[in-house]
């Protein structure tokens, strides 16, 4: 799942090698500037309208991929019943996100990396920083906390004045930058899970070395993927 800047072909190419190697199929769709202009559309998933009212969940953004591995499947006669999802950035909001408000997608494991800031799960903030005024209920969060999601980290993610990071209040709340934010986010993810009496699956690594680079994160997602097969 691409960033902010829609680059699905750069993120594909990114991938190719590690595909290859692992021999699996590489799908990076594309969710265009024309078809998807705001940030409710891509990365927050299309769960509310522009009125901030919750949206019917078939016209959530995460229900393309759904149906977009239903359409790849019917095309290749491939039998696989789960798929791997991996995003970066913006790519890595819509893939927390969904993980919150879809947790019975069929995904086998989901990594999202560097992404900006997150949605709390907890409704005690509103929408888009939390559950509240949301599709979300308590039961689609137990659920989604026993997923299995790994938030990747670069330990040089950390430019406080990055243009593309969101900068609002509640934001900043979050922490001053990417990999702040990424540790509040797991922090409260697994104080929630206490509370509500569920494992939780999610899994934090901080990736040395790494910036902000789609490049930097791809070795360390392959691990999460395919630890099984090394």
Not at 12 to 35: C, G, M, Q, T, Y
Request: aromatic share 12%; proline share 6%; with cysteine.
């Amino acid at each position: 799942m691409h960033g902010h800047r829609r680059h699905a072909d750069t993120y594909r190419d990114d991938w190719i090698l590690k595909a290859e190697s692992k021999h699996v199929v590489l799908l990076a769709p594309l969710f265009s500037e024309n078809d998807y202009p705001n940030p409710s559309g891509y990365p927050w998933g299309n769960v509310v309208n522009s009125d901030g009212e919750p949206n019917e969940s078939e016209l959530w953004t995460f229900k393309v991929l759904e149906r977009l591995f239903d359409r790849f499947r019917e095309m290749t006669g491939n039998r696989t019943s789960e798929y791997f999802l991996y995003g970066h950035s913006a790519g890595a909001q819509f893939i927390h996100r969904m993980i919150l408000f879809l947790p019975n997608a069929r995904i086998h494991s989901a990594v999202a990396a560097n992404a900006g800031w997150y949605v709390l799960p907890s409704f005690s903030q509103c929408f888009p920083y939390g559950l509240s005024h949301s599709p979300a209920t308590p039961e689609l969060l137990k659920e989604a906390l026993q997923r299995p999601l790994t938030i990747l980290a670069g330990d040089e993610d950390v430019d406080a004045e990055d243009p593309l990071l969101r900068n609002t209040r509640k934001a900043r709340a979050q922490g001053k930058n990417r990999l702040e934010r990424a540790r509040t986010f797991i922090r409260k993810s697994k104080r929630t899970a206490l509370k509500l009496s569920v494992p939780f699956k999610w899994n934090f690594e901080i990736v040395p070395g790494a910036a902000h680079s789609n490049k930097q994160m791809i070795e360390r997602a392959a691990r999460v993927f395919f630890s099984d097969e090394d």
